[in-house]
């Protein structure tokens, strides 16, 4: 199997404050509730110039991981009721890029419920430009080499991502894209553990037998399919395939 070797990137001051914090807030080192110390004092604590410190903070604030009020301070947040679509990247950095079990069991239920939405959709919506689009992923899937996770990766996320923007609704494609992150941090475990395999021809195979829905305009089928591809790679993700 071709390694896959990940560029080295450069991070600001700031972006290491950002990590920091997030640690501390996803650890539980610093509670719910909990009113941060003056920012001067923070800074210092921390290790960073105050500038820098309020910068990163008006980031987690936009994440929802933190709330500043003015006048008041800056308080630490629940960011299960308070957390936007970009925490998800946050989640999955503190952890190392791993998922834990219950994290990752939210992840597959939340795609079983909009992509087989959005599968449903694309074969009522879909357009014969888009159809050529299916039909070159599909040329571009076979060709692929079965060494190479990242390859694999990438073009499954182009697939579903496609599906989303065939389906019609707008907002389904910025829900995929926005937990890219995640979404492709699952699929790669997944290519990198059966690449070369029979099961990682299943998942082609299934993307065939999609787009062929897709074809034929048959939203119930494209539906049930969207359903069996995902819980067959739910399955194997598991380990959970006798």
């Known amino acids: 199997m071709q ?3 990940a560029p080295i990137k450069i991070q600001s001051l700031r972006d290491l404050c950002v990590d920091r914090l997030e640690e501390l807030i996803l650890s539980g080192e610093l509670k719910i509730g909990e009113r941060l110390q003056p920012e001067r004092i923070f800074a210092a604590r921390i290790g960073v110039s105050r500038p820098v410190l309020h910068e990163a903070l008006v980031d987690l604030d936009a994440k929802g991981l933190v709330k500043i009020i003015p006048r008041r301070g800056v308080y630490v947040s629940d960011y299960r009721r308070s957390g936007s679509l970009a925490i998800l990247s946050s989640l999955l950095a503190y952890n190392n890029g791993k998922l834990d079990p219950s994290f990752m069991q939210s992840m597959i239920d939340m795609r079983l419920t909009v992509e087989t939405e959005t599968a449903r959709l694309t074969a009522i919506n879909r357009t014969s430009e888009q159809m050529a689009e299916f039909h ?10 079965g060494d190479n996770p990242q390859a694999m990766t990438d073009l499954d996320f182009s697939f579903h991502l496609s599906v989303a923007i065939a389906s019609g609704n707008l907002v389904y494609p910025l829900i995929i894209n926005s937990f890219k992150g995640v979404y492709t941090s699952l699929t790669r475990e997944f290519f990198s553990k059966y690449c070369g395999t029979l099961v990682v021809e299943t998942v082609r195979q299934f993307h065939v037998q ?3 829905a897709f074809e034929r305009q048959d939203a119930i089928g494209a539906r049930r399919i969207m359903i069996e591809m995902l819980k067959h790679g739910e399955a194997f993700l598991k380990g959970d395939n006798s």
């Not at 070159?136 to 080499?145: P, V």
């Open 3 to 5: 390694n896959i070797i």
């Open 136 to 145: 070159d992923l599909l040329i571009q899937e076979k060709q692929a080499t």
């Open 210 to 212: 999609m787009v062929d």
